[in-house]
């Protein structure tokens, strides 16, 4: 069975950082790019950030641009997202995701998602 599990969630005050872990199991998670997504209560879904299958290509929301970084592990088959100067509207509930190939052809498979809280 597939399996995404996302960890590392929290509560931070504004200017803290966290680091949001993704453990991938029951597919061969080198052929996937991996993305995260967030939704604020009330809100839509929206992408964050999604970082191909060949580590290098990598793209972010205009929102988190030079405040969160993805990067990915494929020997521990785990995809990261550190976030840095978190402000009160990252607060949100986090979710990775993976899509074959590379960015922008729609994503295969969800986890559920980790809570993240940034108070002001």
């Known amino acids: 069975d597939v399996q995404l599990q996302a960890s590392g969630g929290g509560l931070v005050q504004a200017g803290g950082s966290l680091r949001l872990s993704c453990a991938a199991s029951?597919?061969?998670?080198?052929?996937?790019?991996v993305a995260w997504f967030r939704q604020a209560p009330g809100k839509e879904s929206e992408g964050v950030a999604c970082?191909?299958?060949?580590?290098?290509?990598?793209l972010y929301a205009d929102f988190v641009k030079g405040r969160f970084t993805i990067s990915r592990d494929n020997a521990k088959n785990t995809v990261y997202l550190q976030m840095n100067s978190l402000k009160p509207e990252d607060t949100a509930v986090y979710h990775c995701a993976v899509e074959f190939g590379k960015c922008g052809n729609g994503m295969d498979y969800w986890g559920k998602g980790t809570q993240v809280t940034v108070s002001s």
């Open positions: 029951g597919f061969t998670f080198d052929d996937y790019a």
């Open positions: 970082l191909g299958s060949s580590e290098g290509s990598s």
